[in-house]
Every structure is written in structure tokens, then in C-alpha cells.
């Protein structure tokens, strides 16, 4: 793999630069020092950069509203003309944890599957990914990452990779786009020697071992793939679940959705929201019959969704070990806990 | 790349009442080529928009061998469905599709077929079912069992008429509460086997009715002989996207807007057994 280096302080300079060519999304601190990604705004950048995290903070929000917007315009019908509202533009991500960025690729198969969704296509069609992983992890109890094999670090299929290695983040370049990209603005990274990338390789194993949490996955495979796990904790968790879909909304491979017009003016306008099958009337048809009106089916649906069919489906699981669905959830249940239970 | 989530206009020509809360629209793309080069297979549907109301999945009724139109029949039960039964005759309904899979036909010819539906049922099935009198003999005798409520609520009351005088074709009806003049049967569709032979011999069967229905009809169905890869089933299920995306309508690792909605009566047993109705 081809690397390089870029110190520290070149960052903010070189998001800067490439703000001119890209609309940039970034790890932002925002009132009340929470950090979401956040497009910087191009008319106030300095202010923006300076609010930039370079630290190992929890982000509580996954960045796929960057391609799935929570609400979204499908399109306009004004005097019987259909006026389409689909999204471009270039996107370059930075700070993206290794994790996201495999919910990203992940949700990108999906949307890609048997027919095309083109809102979501174009949004992802000039798209750079610079990870920034985790060198501990912001929550200990919550963080699996090593054990969904999605991070911290990546081997293979990523455009940039940076590992922090002090002064410095050492640059791995993982496809043609991130080298196209550190040629472009190539003034601001260095030539990198072979003691930079044996330091980056301790700091990553290093990493690795500091995560604590450990699930068994491939177990939890396998027992869906069987029997699956009794009724008895599904209904355990029904009984708590208040299905309020906050897990959801925070799951970076959560695509559920809603379709509904509205009137504005002259207009009508066709939209789509997130949706969730935690809630009642996901499956309720207009006749009143609802397949999954007991709780504990719509409880058991999310977690055999994830672990079950999507790796039926695609080989992969459809949970990425970011730990969200357990911190938001006001009654601490969550993707890991639920597998600790199953395999204990 | 085509948008599959943007409709097109089509003109309402025709507007048939069926039942008091039941309408068959005939309706023509405003688009020539559209009309021209919509293909469809019968048991597929489209997602049918009325601006302002919003888009429901509804069953293409009109058949496949009759170019140029199509007919749906819409119960009006909700938001879209009751705007679309507000329509008037050259008012425009906005159209995507077809989605979803198919009932057999080529496979089915040179069997005999069987049609069990109840009430809002038949128009899926009415499809396949002309394709097939259109294409008379190329199959065996088909045999339609066709269970309402009412008397007043049996849909296509004079196509049925037609399809009894074709010949080696049988139409059997059945109603839960008869009304005055009633002569036929009356008690749920599966009372109609006592009625006439059922049997597996070359067969394939063709159901479509409420969850309730369709339950007691497999039984029956298995009890007669049938294999359950011989029967087939359209489920429905609440569906917005129509294209395997929204995942409303998805049952275990299947979405039935894509994978089905026709499932045979094997495929529905893969299913888990807690996601199934039937
Ligand atoms: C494959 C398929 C074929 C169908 N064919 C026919 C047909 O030929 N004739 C007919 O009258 N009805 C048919 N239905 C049922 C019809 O789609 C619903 O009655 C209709 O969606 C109700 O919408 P509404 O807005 O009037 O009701 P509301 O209760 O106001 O529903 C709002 C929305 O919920 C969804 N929804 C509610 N109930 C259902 C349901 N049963 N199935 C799917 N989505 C639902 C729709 O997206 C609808 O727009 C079919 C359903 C499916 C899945
Ligand atoms: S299921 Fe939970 S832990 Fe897994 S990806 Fe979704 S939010 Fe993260
Ligand atoms: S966040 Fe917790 S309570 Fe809310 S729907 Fe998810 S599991 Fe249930
Ligand atoms: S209707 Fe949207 S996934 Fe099937």
C-alpha cells in the first residue's frame, strides 16, 4: 500500500484548500460540545475549521443523512409537470470512523440492490472518505468494532486512511480516487519513511487491544441460522423496548422509509422520511391486519434483520459494532447486549 | 439511469362501479410510447398516485392479451383509495410499475386451473384468468370458486356470466349473508367444495383473498391432494416503495414487492413461521 505522512497542523490547511473543489463533512463541535458531521459551510470556513475535531470523540449521530436524508423531496409536480429534486454534489468526508465508513458501503450495496435508488446514487456518485479512526475508544462499554471486523482500521477498501502517529497522521492511500486526491493537493503531505509506517503499525495494534467489549458475532450467526433464539427474550426485551426507534435513527444501516405527499401552493410535493419497523403501524394495511402488531415480533425483526437475513442476503452482517443503538436507547438495550445474551 | 419513483399521467376512460365501495377504473398512459410499450405479466401491480393523497400499491386486473389499456379495481378503504374513487372519468391518475413477480402461465399450460378468491381478491386473479381464456386451448378446465360477503359485493358480476358460458368452465359463487333473489351458495368459499370435484390431478391453484381466507383455503387445498408447489398465493402487505427499498412489506429475508407478491404455498412454508399469517 502506497503511503504518506501530513502533519497535524496541515489539516484545517488542506481542508481549506479543498473546500474550494468540495463541499466538505466534517466532525464539527457544536453548541453544547457534542460533535455531529457537518458540512462546512463555505461563506464562514474559518470559523468551521476551528471547530473541526481532531480527537477521538463519540459521534452520536452515523453520517448517512449525508446520503439519506431523514426527509427528503422526491420530487415536485407543479401545473402537471414533474420536476425531480435528486441531489449532487461533491463530497469529501473526513473523520470518518472505519466502522461508518463500512455502514456507508454497506447501506451503498443496498440502495444499489435489484433496483436503483437514484436520491441516494447521485448523492454518493463524487464521494472521498478520509478515515480517522479511534485510538481508544470514546465508550468503552459500548464500542465492538473489533468484534463486527469493521474497524478501527481497515486493510482493504478505503480511499484514505489516516493513522495517528503523534506530531503526525500517517497517510495510507487505499484506491485510485485518494491517490488521485493526495496528488492533487500534494504540497501539503510529505514523503513518509519506514519507520513511520512500523510506528503506525504498533499504534494500530495498539488499538485494537484497547477495546474491551468483545461479542461473539459469528456465534450469533449461527444460532439464527439455526434455531433461532427462543421467544422467551424476545419477549424480555418487549417488555422494556417502549419502541420509540431511537435505535434506529442512530443505526448507520438503519434505510427503512416512509413515502407521503404534501400541498405547498401550486405545488405537490412527494417525500420521503425515515421509518422504523419498531413502530406499530409499519406493517398495519389499510384493511386493519397487521403481521407483526405483537410487540415482541416487531422487537425480534430488528435483531434478525441485522444479524440473520442481511448475512443470508449479503455474506455481511448489517450491524457495524458502532455501539449507538445501546446509548440511545433509553432503557439500555442495544445490538451487543442483546448478542451477550444470546450466547451466553 | 431511470427514476423508478416518478409516475406518469394516464387518463382515466372508464369507471365501472362494482360495489358500493368498489370501482374498476379503465385507464390509458397519456404517453403513446408508454402505452404502446408497457408490458406487464398478470399478478403484477402498480404503484398508483393520486397527487396531494399519496401512492398505493394496487393489482394490474386487466389482462396481458388486452394491449393498449389497464384496469385496476379499488376498494375504497383509506386515503389514496378513497381520492381515487373521487375521480371522475378524464380526470389523470399518475402510474409506475409493473412490479413484482407473476402468477405462472407458461407453466401452467396444458393444466388444468383452479381460482379460489374472496372479495377484493379476484381482480389479481382476473388477470391470469382472461390471459388464459384468451389462449382457451392451451389449458385444461379452469374452474373459478369465488366467495363475497353480499351478493352486492361480488366484483365483475358480468364477466362472471361470460365466464360460465365458456366452455369446460366452471363458475361457482358462494356469499356469507345472501340477500333477496339469492340462488347460489351461501357459507365461506371453501363450503363450495361440496359443490364440485377438486381435484389435484394436473392442477395448479390460484388463490387470493384475506389472510383469514387464504388460511382456510390451503388447508382445504392440501386436504384435496394439492402439492404445495402447485399452489400459489398473492400475499399482501403494506407497501410503499415497491422496489425492495422502504422495507414495509418485507417477511424474513424476502420483500414481498420484489420477491413476490405471488409466492407458491412451498415458498411461503420457508418463511419463518412467526412472520407468516398462514
Ligand atoms: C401487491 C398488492 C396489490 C394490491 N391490489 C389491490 C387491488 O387490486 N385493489 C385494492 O383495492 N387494493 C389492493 N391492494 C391493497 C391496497 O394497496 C390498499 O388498500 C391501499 O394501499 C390502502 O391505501 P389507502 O391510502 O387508501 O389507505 P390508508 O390506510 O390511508 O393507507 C395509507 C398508506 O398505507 C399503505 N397501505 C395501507 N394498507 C395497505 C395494504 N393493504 N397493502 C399495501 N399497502 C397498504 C399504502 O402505502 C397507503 O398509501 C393491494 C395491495 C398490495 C400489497
Ligand atoms: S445495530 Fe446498533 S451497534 Fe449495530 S450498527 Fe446499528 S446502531 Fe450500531
Ligand atoms: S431505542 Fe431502545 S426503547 Fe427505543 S426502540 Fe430502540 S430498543 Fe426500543
Ligand atoms: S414496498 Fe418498499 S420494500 Fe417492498
Given amino acids: 500500500m502506497k503511503s504518506a505522512l501530513i502533519n497535524k497542523s496541515d489539516i484545517r490547511l488542506l481542508l481549506k484548500e479543498a473546500s474550494r473543489e468540495w463541499n466538505i463533512y466534517a466532525p464539527l463541535e457544536v453548541q453544547g460540545g457534542d460533535v455531529n458531521f457537518c458540512c462546512l459551510p463555505k461563506e464562514n470556513i474559518k470559523e468551521a475549521l476551528n471547530r473541526v475535531t481532531l480527537d477521538d470523540k463519540w459521534i452520536p449521530v452515523p453520517p448517512k443523512d449525508l446520503f439519506f436524508p431523514q ?24 473523520g470518518i470512523k472505519a466502522y461508518d465508513y463500512q455502514g456507508i458501503l454497506f447501506s451503498d450495496e443496498f440502495f444499489k440492490r435489484t433496483f436503483q435508488d437514484n436520491y441516494y446514487l447521485s448523492r454518493t456518485k463524487d464521494r472521498l472518505v478520509i478515515i480517522k479512526s479511534c485510538l481508544t ?54 514523503l513518509c519513511s519506514n519507520s513511520e509506517v512500523d510506528k503506525a503499525l504498533t499504534v494500530k495494534e495498539k488499538a485494537v487491544d484497547s477495546i474491551e467489549l468483545k461479542i461473539d458475532f459469528s456465534r450469533a450467526v449461527e444460532l439464527m441460522k439455526g434455531k433461532e433464539p427462543p421467544e422467551e427474550i424476545y419477549k424480555k426485551i418487549a417488555q422494556r423496548c417502549i419502541h420509540c426507534g431511537g435505535c434506529i435513527y442512530v443505526c448507520p444501516t438503519c434505510t427503512c422509509f416512509n413515502v407521503f405527499d404534501d400541498k405547498e401552493n401550486e405545488a405537490m410535493i412527494r417525500y420521503r422520511n425515515w421509518d422504523t419497523c419498531v413502530f406499530e403501524g409499519f406493517t398495519r394495511e389499510a384493511s386493519g391486519f397487521n403481521p407483526r402488531e405483537t410487540k415482541w415480533l416487531r422487537a425480534s425483526r430488528r435483531y434478525e434483520h441485522k444479524l440473520w437475513y442481511d448475512y443470508k442476503t449479503t455474506g455481511k452482517s448489517g450491524c457495524v459494532g458502532c455501539g449507538r443503538c445501546l446509548t440511545s436507547c433509553p432503557v439500555e438495550l442495544g445490538m451487543s447486549k442483546f448478542i451477550q445474551e444470546i450466547t451466553a | 439511469m431511470k427514476n423508478e419513483y416518478i409516475p406518469y399521467p394516464a387518463i382515466i376512460e372508464a369507471i365501472q362501479t362494482e360495489s358500493f365501495d368498489t370501482r374498476t377504473l379503465k385507464v390509458r ?110 389449458f385444461g378446465n379452469i374452474k373459478i370458486l369465488y366467495g363475497a360477503k353480499a351478493p352486492d359485493e361480488l366484483c365483475f358480476k358480468e364477466e362472471l356470466k361470460i365466464w360460465q358460458g365458456i366452455p369446460q ?110
Fill in chain 1, 71 to 94: 426527509l427528503e423531496s422526491l420530487f415536485e409536480i407543479k401545473k402537471n409537470k414533474i420536476e425531480e429534486t435528486v441531489e449532487y454534489s461533491k463530497k469529501l468526508l473526513f
Fill in chain 2, 169 to 278: 368452465a366452471e363458475v361457482l359463487l358462494t356469499v356469507d349473508k345472501p340477500a333477496n333473489g339469492w340462488k347460489g351458495n351461501i357459507g365461506v368459499v371453501t363450503t363450495l367444495w361440496k359443490k364440485t370435484e377438486i381435484s389435484p390431478k394436473d392442477a395448479i391453484a390460484y388463490v387470493c383473498g384475506p389472510p383469514i381466507m387464504i388460511k382456510f383455503v390451503l388447508q382445504k387445498l392440501l386436504e384435496s391432494g394439492f402439492k404445495p408447489d402447485n399452489i400459489y398465493v398473492s400475499l399482501e402487505r403494506y407497501m410503499k416503495c415497491g422496489i425492495g427499498k422502504c422495507g414495509h412489506c418485507n417477511i424474513g429475508d424476502k420483500f414481498a414487492c420484489i420477491d413476490g407478491p405471488v409466492f407458491s404455498f412451498g415458498q411461503i412454508k420457508e418463511l419463518p413461521d412467526k412472520e407468516r399469517e398462514i
Fill in chain 1, 137 to 190: 475508544p470514546p465508550r468503552q462499554n459500548a464500542c465492538f468494532c473489533t468484534s463486527a471486523k469493521t474497524g478501527p482500521f481497515l486493510d482493504k477498501d478505503f480511499d484514505i486512511q489516516l493513522v495517528d502517529i503523534g506530531e503526525a497522521y500517517l497517510v495510507e492511500i487505499g484506491s485510485k480516487r485518494g491517490e488521485d486526491f493526495i496528488l492533487k493537493y500534494k504540497r501539503f503531505f510529505k
Fill in chain 2, 29 to 138: 398512459f397519456k404517453d403513446k410510447r408508454l402505452r404502446d410499450s408497457f408490458d406487464y405479466k398478470p399478478g403484477q401491480f402498480v404503484e398508483i398516485s393520486v397527487l396531494g393523497a399519496g401512492e398505493a400499491p394496487i393489482s394490474i386486473t386487466s389482462s396481458p392479451s388486452r394491449k393498449g389499456f389497464l384496469e385496476f379495481t379499488v376498494r375504497a378503504v383509506g386515503k389514496v383509495t378513497k381520492a381515487i374513487h373521487k375521480l371522475k372519468v378524464g380526470d389523470t391518475v399518475y402510474l409506475r410499475g409493473p412490479y413484482g413477480n407473476s402468477f405462472p402461465f407458461e407453466e401452467a399450460k396444458n393444466r388444468n386451473l383452479l381460482f379460489v378468491a374472496g372479495g377484493i381478491g379476484l381482480p389479481p386473479l382476473r388477470s391470469v384468468i382472461n390471459m388464459a381464456f384468451d389462449n382457451r386451448d392451451d
